[in-house]
């Protein structure tokens, strides 16, 4: 469900006279309770059976469980079938936990509507029977689990034409420690919508101005003015996000997972959480997920071991989109996370915790057609212990971090046929051995389009698989026929920093053919350890690219990308 039709869908319902004035509101209407069946009766279960294929691959046949939000009587007057659906996502998770833990594979479906309810408990610790439990809504992107409610009842202080209203939370700011970086901003979790447009946070009340709000937990008051083009709040669609810390929706322990075609939005995730968090479950399918203006993460998964994540969008979370750790056998694909970070650029996090897409210890992983833009950090960063990993036809570009940062891996790490444009540098490789760019184009990014950083005083790693030693160095790196380009001596090709003998044996170790370079220095275009040389110097000194071209440029040349 798009954003527009999100909010054209609410206000219909609004004018129809279906929307509560409290509690949780915006979503579907009521169900009616079935012709003659009392509603505190409790009907006999009649579940349909599905054949489905489970996430191990086998076909199987499944008790198919029904839900719909706000449905009218408790979940004991209801038989949970499509006609006569469950009543909360909540009521049909404790179902499918009790199927599945009689051994029963089960697939809950969730009709369209919007599920203002969090549930990071319910699918937990299911690992006694390995039988399917398969989470989808029944058309995608419309059954929507919503961290926000709608709130109602403003008062305004004409004087000021500030809002304010009552604020039963005192979530503070979290515990996490930036290395003692004061990132007061970074830290909070409080989110408002009018009309779908997200307000910005402030912390002080003299900063209070059109489209910013304030939560003031010593006076317990919820203040805000309203975006432009809002005259009056009573006319406005105003959600607060008050759930989902630490998931909206988590599967932990309970192997044979499968979660699709649903949509996430408004979660007050905490740091470094997602509102859709899959922990520790083997076998598992996430697919056709859309996660959109939550306050930190997007999708996170942890503990994974096989399966694939595919056809998701991550857009407008304050923190990581997609968090990814240990994690191994698993693919991810079509994939796109964009205009993310917010919250941590809001606290003055760049560079830290963040990215569109960011994962560790990582073994056997393959990102295909994966796209990560206009993130206000990193694009893509592959932080730690990362071993066995193809990033094939990615598309990184606009992003204010670096396109993609490889920090301290062991590696075999692959790029292949990726395109990284328009960031703040291209490729970063820190600390890490074993890297191959091939058939990638590196276009036009800000500091250079490959920059080599040699530090010596990383500490050494162990790997998360073996317990061994891990050396970070920067050996073994592969240049493959590919297409880099660097507006000007600004905008480099490649730059090498850092520690002298660290950089010396990313030299000595490099293997580079078949390239095409473009810049307009045709003298300055590489830098090593800031001594800046041209196309043939760089041959001279890396004993490379034998059968590599490089092509002056016009300074103002551009290539479409």
Known sequence: MKPDQYRCACAALALAGLLLSTGCTGEAPDRPVSPGVPAAAAPQREFSRVRVTDALGAEVEA????????ASTPAGGRPGTQGDPLPSLRAGLELVRKLRTEGQPVCLRLLPGIY???????????????SLVQIEGVEAGQAVICGSDRWTGWTLDPATGIYGKAWPHAWGFSGIDYSGRNAPLGQRRE??????????????AADLAPGRFLVDEQAKRLLL????????????????????????????????????RLAFRHAASAQREAPLFVMRCASAIVEDITV?????????LDGAQAGHLRNCLIRGVGGTGLALGSTRNFRVEQVTAEDNCWRAHLGGLRGWDSAGVKCGSLDQVVFDGVESSGNINHGIWLDTNVTQVILRNCRVERNLGHGIYLEKNLGPIALERCTVGNNEGGVL??????????????????????LVSARSSYPKHKHWLTGEDIVLDLAGITLDGNTIYGRNEYRGLIQASGDKALVERFLTTLTATGNTYACSSA???????????????????????????????????ELDY
């Open 225 to 260: 003015k309203p975006p432009m083009g809002v005259a009056s709040l009573d006319a406005a669609l105003v959600e607060v996000a008050v759930r989902g810390e630490k998931a909206l929706l988590r599967a932990r322990n309970a192997s044979n997972v499968i979660i699709r």
């Open 523 to 557: 003298d300055r275009a590489f830098d090593i350890l800031g001594a800046k040389t041209g196309f043939d110097g760089w041959r001279k000194r890396t004993g490379q690219e034998t059968t590599s071209t490089f092509r002056q440029t016009k300074a103002a040349e």
């Open 292 to 300: 959109l203006d939550c306050n930190w993460g997007g999708i996170k």
């Open 63 to 70: 008790v198919c469980v029904y839900a719909a939000p706000q």
């Open 429 to 450: 490789i820190v600390n890490t051995s074993q890297v191959k760019l091939s058939g990638c184009r590196l276009l036009d990014n800000a500091e250079a389009q490959l």
């Open 191 to 204: 989110m408002v919508f009018v009309d779908g447009r997200r307000l910005v946070q402030v912390l002080q």
């Open 116 to 130: 203002r309810e969090e549930c990071p408990d319910v699918l937990s610790d299911l690992d006694a029977t390995r």
